[in-house]
Nanobody, 125 residues
Framework: QVQLVESGGGSVQAGGSLRLSCAASGYTFTNYHMGWFRQAPGKEREWVAAISTAGVRVDYADSVRGRFTISRDNAKNTLYLQMNSLKPEDTAMYYC??????????????????WGQGTQVTVSS
């Protein structure tokens, strides 16, 4: 049974930091690139970042580039998202996902096969 379990969310003031984790099980973690998405109330789901199977390639949405860092530990089957300089507009439910499509499509949610349940991040001003 495939499981992606996010953790590390919480409430923080603007300018603060959080580190999200995503523990994967039930499939071969190293066969899939991984991504983080987020969805704020009343808004569509938004791609945040992606990392290739071996962690060599990464990509970020312009809104988080330079502030967020995606990484993975393939020995632990775990994905991370280090979020620094958080802004109120970063407030959302954050989801990790496993994808098997072409790298050029990593920002497209429909290319992801497995999804976690999400962890809430709230940034106050």
């Amino acid at each position: 049974q495939v499981q992606l379990v996010e953790s590390g969310g919480g409430s923080v003031q603007a300018g603060g930091s959080l580190r999200l984790s995503c523990a994967a099980s039930g499939y071969t973690f190293t066969n899939y690139h991984m991504g983080w998405f987020r969805q704020a109330p009343g808004k569509e789901r938004e791609w945040v970042a992606a990392i290739s199977t071996a962690g060599v390639r990464v990509d970020y949405a312009d809104s988080v580039r330079g502030r967020f860092t995606i990484s993975r530990d393939n020995a632990k089957n775990t994905l991370y998202l280090q979020m620094n300089s958080l802004k109120p507009e970063d407030t959302a439910m954050y989801y990790c996902a496993a994808g098997a499509g072409l790298w050029v499509r990593v920002s497209q949610s429909q290319t992801y096969l497995y999804w976690g349940q999400g962890t809430q991040v709230t940034v106050s001003s």
